[in-house]
């Protein structure tokens, strides 16, 4: 009988804000990894959270994925927020002439960092 060579897991890349894991067979492990910030999100999580899950799709040997928050000591739910010492300039600082350009650059934003989320569903 002849035995199916296994498929070459793909290379993962390291991120920031996120360390991914293989927890089992076809079994991925997502932490957020910012602990001292209570896995606080900022510029580089929104980034990455995309990247790594559009990476994550293409991987055919992952089947599902476990999702976590590093904490130190450990707490109860989600992250902290948004790290807003870091964020807090990209919502406040929005360029444009006028109130309708800023409120469309915004949006932007908005629709930018809301992807981070939507890669998850997709």
């Not at 991120?15 to 999100?41: G, I, Q, S």
């Not at 948004?82 to 300039?89: A, F, N, P, Q």
């Amino acid at each position: 009988m002849a035995s199916e060579a296994a498929e070459p897991r793909p290379q993962r890349r390291s991120f920031e804000t996120l360390r991914v894991t293989p927890e089992r067979d076809r079994v991925l492990h997502v932490e957020l990894n910012r602990p001292e910030k209570r896995n606080a999100m900022n510029v580089a999580f929104w980034r990455e959270m995309v990247e790594c899950f559009q990476d994550i799709s293409q991987d055919t040997s992952c089947h599902a994925v476990v999702l976590s928050g590093a904490a130190e000591p450990p707490v109860l739910g989600g992250p902290a927020g948004i790290d807003l010492m870091e964020m807090g300039s990209e919502f406040l600082m929005v360029s444009g002439e006028d109130t309708a350009r800023k409120a469309w650059q915004l949006q932007q934003k908005i629709r930018a960092y809301q992807e981070s989320f939507s890669v998850l569903e997709k």
